[in-house]
């Protein structure tokens, strides 16, 4: 097979058994492609840490904390005065993501938003996870074995193509960001609601191979590419291209 670069960087050669090409080489539009000869390939990355706060804590930079309270009380001000009337899965998965972000500095600054924040995460997610939102929500659609919105599934345009399962790692991506942070300052909030966060993450991070699974397996991953696809099952947003975008 052909390796791109990023399995040239992640190819462990004594444990795949494989051999490396390097004078057997293709130009593509993803850089060489470079010749590999092995029964099989093992791919090994390098353990990335996870954290809430930024890496870098801004509680060093002790100059600028006035100014970023500051600007974070005006932010959470608008935030929780601006009713939630969009009804689009995409726009109100991404206005939840912004408070959960908001929530996460408040607590790295020592601010004390974060209650009124978590509260307004739980307020606008309650109602999708349980299915009362009235505008719009999730449902399960059994011949792809996924979710799609319900303006989705009378609409293949609507929600940018959701009910055709383009998007799905965006819309949900943020959702889970904002159930997570609800959920760390909730922990009995989580509970309650950690079947539907499940079923959710399920949709497009599936890894069960059993024929019974209710979500289709790495929906969107491509195991050759490394990186997923936006578009879902029509050529609905781009007739050429799968659809890579990145965010």
């Known amino acids: 097979m052909l ?18 090409l390097d004078y057997f080489k293709y130009t ?5 492609l470079i010749g590999v000869v092995g029964n099989s390939w093992v791919l090994k990355t390098q353990p990335i840490p996870i954290s809430w706060h930024s890496i870098t804590s801004v509680k060093d930079l002790v100059q600028a904390l006035p100014e970023i309270n500051a600007a974070l009380s005006s932010d959470v001000q608008l935030l929780i005065s601006t ?13 939840l993501a912004k408070a959960a972000r908001l929530a996460l500095i408040a607590e790295e600054v020592g601010s004390n938003d974060i209650a009124v924040i978590t509260k307004f995460l739980k307020d606008g997610i309650e109602p999708w996870l349980s299915g009362t939102f009235s505008g719009n929500g999730f449902l399960y659609e059994g011949k792809w074995g996924g979710l799609v919105t319900k303006n989705g599934a ?5 929600d940018y193509g959701f009910g ?5 790692y965006y819309h949900i991506g943020y959702f889970l960001y ?8 909730d922990v009995d909030w989580g509970m309650k609601f950690k079947a539907q966060a499940y079923a959710l993450a399920g949709d497009f991070m599936n890894l069960n191979r059993q024929a019974d699974s209710s979500y289709t397996r790495l929906r969107n991953f491509d195991l050759y590419n490394l990186h997923s696809w936006a578009g879902g099952v029509t050529e609905l947003i781009c007739r050429w291209t799968k659809s890579r975008e990145l965010k």
Do not use: M, W
């Open 164 to 168: 055709v399962y383009n998007d799905h």
């Open 83 to 95: 009713p939630l009337s969009i009804t689009g899965s995409y726009e109100y998965g991404k206005l």
């Open 154 to 158: 009378a609409d293949k345009g609507a």
């Open 28 to 32: 593509s539009i993803d850089g060489d």
């Open 3 to 20: 390796a791109h670069s990023l399995h040239q960087q992640l190819l462990s050669v004594q444990d795949s058994h494989a051999a490396v």
């Open 178 to 185: 904002a159930i997570s942070v609800a959920a760390k300052f």
